[in-house]
């Protein structure tokens, strides 16, 4: 387990007795795809450390529509919003693929930041790099029509993949919701961009 913390970036620079502590005040839990881990307007409960799988953002608009916020994939976590701010959780979190996570409540969570600085430095970081990606995609939002929102995202998840190509699992639809736009309208764009090489 000490390996498995030790590759997360959160605990990456932390000491071994640091992490001995961490790994026991975790719980690991399993999720299905498309099962609920938060519900928007709850109360914030725990982080949540992806150990495996792959979970979305979302808000769900009044007649069921979803606008995907990000996705969080091995080694990100999520819920610290709420927990920070002390808030009902900002919005849905689902898992699009059969995922684990690695559960620190909400009192644990506190005592590491207040005990390790290594945990806290890590967690700045962490919302930093969140900061700007959320600032790119509100300047792409603004700047960018349909065709280079969807170009840009390709780009943006191959990066986050391996640098080469688009991970398993990412729909038409699926883009059409992290873009903004019908899924209709991504279709003919990768469509365009296919035959355009």
């Known amino acids: 387990m000490e390996t498995t913390l030790r590759s997360i970036p959160l605990f990456s620079q932390l000491r071994e007795s640091d992490l001995w502590r961490i790994r026991e005040a975790t719980v690991s839990r399993s999720y299905p795809k498309d099962s609920i881990i938060l519900f928007e307007g709850e109360q914030a409960e725990a982080l949540y450390i992806v150990l495996s799988g792959r979970v979305k953002v979302v808000y769900v608009s009044e007649d069921g529509r979803e606008v995907i916020l990000g996705t969080r994939d091995k080694g990100d976590f999520f819920g610290e919003t709420a927990l920070l701010d002390e808030l009902p959780n ?47 995609m509100i300047r792409g939002l603004v700047l960018l029509d349909v065709r280079g929102r969807v170009a840009r995202l390709i780009l943006d998840l191959a990066e986050r993949n391996d640098g080469s190509a688009v991970p398993k699992g990412i729909t038409h639809n699926l883009i059409a919701q992290m873009v903004g736009a019908s899924r209709e309208t991504v279709s003919r764009t990768l469509r365009e961009l296919t035959t355009e090489g």
């Open 90 to 136: 900002p919005a849905h979190v689902i898992a699009m693929q059969d995922t684990e996570l690695l559960v620190l409540r909400r009192e644990e969570f506190r005592r590491c930041l207040s005990e390790m600085p290594g945990v806290s430095l890590g967690l700045l970081r962490a919302l930093s790099r969140r900061l700007r990606s959320q600032d790119d």
